[in-house]
């Protein structure tokens, strides 16, 4: 299973982006997916994610009000409208799915709940 990330790009404060992310490969049937980010020298933080069985939706609250996560089971795709955006989400945007059961909704926001991680997406925000 392969994730691939795309839409990231400079954009000055205040504008907006949308990320997407598709997973390829064998047959893959995502249970959730979601959106990390990451700065150099930093840890990886959690951005969003989507879990359609239970329709659970999260969101780090810095981002909260800003971005939106959609996604499309079938097409195994994940979305992240990110609106406003401030200097402060300048990251590489990493996409991440799973498989299997559904899980606590609160396990969402941790790397250790997926399996399969995209390459990442620069997103600059500068004037």
Known sequence: VQLQASGGGLVQPGGSLRLSCAASGRTFSPSAMGWFRQVSGSER?????????GGNIRYA??????????GDKAKSTVYLQMNGLKPEDAAVYFCAARGGSRM??????????YTYWGQGTLVTVSS
């Not at 933080?45 to 069985?53: D, G, M």
């Not at 609250?61 to 959609?70: A, L």
């Not at 606590?104 to 709940?113: A, F, G, K, P, V």
């Open 45 to 53: 933080q959690f951005v969003a994610a989507i879990q359609w069985s």
């Open 61 to 70: 609250e810095s981002v909260k009000g800003r971005f939106t996560i959609s």
């Open 104 to 113: 606590i909704s609160s396990l969402l926001s941790s790397q250790n709940s």
